[in-house]
C-alpha cells in the first residue's frame, strides 16, 4: 500500500502543495514507517556511514569546527566560561577569527554590534551546544575542557566517525528550534522522511519553496501559520543544517524588485550520498506519475 493519507486532500493541503506530489508518497507504508525509526536500530530505514575519510570530514563545516573548537580547549587548558555556561566574550572574539560557516557573513552580521556574545554568532554556538550533546567537552570550574572522548577524536583514526556521531546526535536528539526560536519543533520529527526524500529530489537545483512540499510531512496547524512559516521552517531545521554538515549545498539569486530578497535553491553534495543510505520500497507505478 503506498504512503498517499487522505489528508493529503483536504483544501489547506491541496493549497500548500500547488499541485506537488509530496517523494515520500512513492513509498510503502513500511517503509514510511522504518524511515521514522532511529538510525542504528533494528526496525531503522536509514544507516549512516562512519567510516570517512579526512577530506570528507573536512567538507562538513559541523565536523570541521567542532575539532577547532576541541584543539582550542587543549591548547588553552580550558576555554572560560559564563555563570550562565556560556563562552565568555573574550573567548567568542578569539573563536570568530577561527571558525568558517557556509553563507554566514560575520562583517554583515555584527556590522552594529559593538558586544557579542556566544548567543549571538550563531556557528560557535551551535558547535558548543552539539559538542556538549556529544559529551566531547564538560564544564567543569568554570571552563570548557575536553573529555578524554574528545581529546580520542583529534586523532586520525577516530575522525572517520566523528560526523555519524555528530548527525545522529543534531537531528535525532537535539531540538534545532533552539537556534531559530520559531514555535514548534516540525518538521524535525520526521527528519528520516525529509532525509529520503531529499535524495530522490534534491539532485538538480530546488528551491527551498519546493523542496518543502517534496520532502515533509504537512501538519494542518503548520500550514494555518502566518506568511511562509513551513518554508522558513524547514529551511532553518533541515536545509540549512544538511548545508551545515556539508550534505547540501546552496545557490542563492535576487528577487528582482525586493530589496534584501533572496531566492534560495539546494542540491545534494557527493557527500549525501555517500552518507546516508536508505532500506525502502517504492512502488514502480506511482514512480513513473512523478
Known amino acids: 500500500m503506498m504512503a498517499q493519507p487522505d489528508f493529503l486532500n483536504f483544501p489547506l493541503m491541496r493549497q500548500w502543495l500547488e499541485g506537488v506530489e509530496p517523494a515520500w508518497t512513492l513509498l510503502t507504508m513500511d517503509s514510511l514507517r522504518a524511515l521514522g525509526q532511529e538510525p542504528m536500530t533494528a526496525q531503522s530505514a536509514i544507516r549512516i556511514a562512519s567510516d570517512l575519510g579526512a577530506e570528507e570530514v573536512a567538507g562538513s563545516a559541523v565536523a570541521r569546527n567542532i575539532l577547532v573548537l576541541l584543539r582550542q580547549t587543549i591548547e588553552h587548558g580550558g576555554l572560560k566560561l559564563t555563570a550562565t555556561g556560556h563562552l565568555t ?61 574528545g581529546r580520542s577524536l583529534l586523532g586520525d583514526r577516530r575522525q572517520g566517525s566523528l560526523q555519524a556521531i555528530l548527525f545522529h546526535l543534531a537531528f535525532w536528539y537535539m531540538d534545532l528550534s533552539y537556534f531559530d526560536r520559531m514555535p514548534g519543533t516540525w518538521p524535525q520529527p520526521d527528519i528520516g522522511i525529509a532525509l529520503w526524500s531529499l535524495s530522490v529530489s534534491a539532485g538538480e537545483w530546488q528551491t ?83
Not at 553563507?103 to 554583515?108: M, S, V
Not at 558586544?115 to 551551535?126: A, K, W, Y
Not at 539569486?253 to 517504492?282: C, N, S, W
Open 89 to 149: 566574550r573574550a573567548v567568542v572574539a578569539e573563536m570568530r577569527e577561527l571558525i568558517e560557516w557556509p553563507d554566514y557573513d560575520q562583517a554583515e552580521q555584527f556590522s552594529l554590534s559593538k558586544v557579542i556574545n556566544e548567543f549571538d554568532f550563531l556557528p560557535l554556538n551551535f558547535v558548543h551546544v552539539l559538542a556538549r550533546a556529544a559529551k566531547l567537552v564538560r564544564p567543569r570550574r568554570g571552563k570548557l575542557l575536553a573529555t578524554p572522548l
Open 208 to 290: 527551498d519553496d519546493k523542496l518543502a512540499r517534496l520532502c515533509t510531512l504537512p501538519e494542518p496547524a503548520v500550514l494555518a501559520r502566518y506568511g511562509n512559516w513551513p518554508t522558513h521552517a524547514t529551511e532553518a531545521r533541515i536545509l540549512r543544517p544538511l548545508m551545515w554538515f556539508g550534505l547540501l549545498d546552496l545557490r542563492s539569486e535576487e528577487i528582482p524588485g525586493q530589496l534584501f530578497g533572496f531566492r534560495h535553491y539546494y542540491r545534494k553534495t557527493a557527500l549525501f550520498d555517500r552518507m546516508l543510505a536508505f532500506d525502502v520500497r517504492m512502488d514502480l507505478a506511482a514512480h513513473a506519475r512523478h
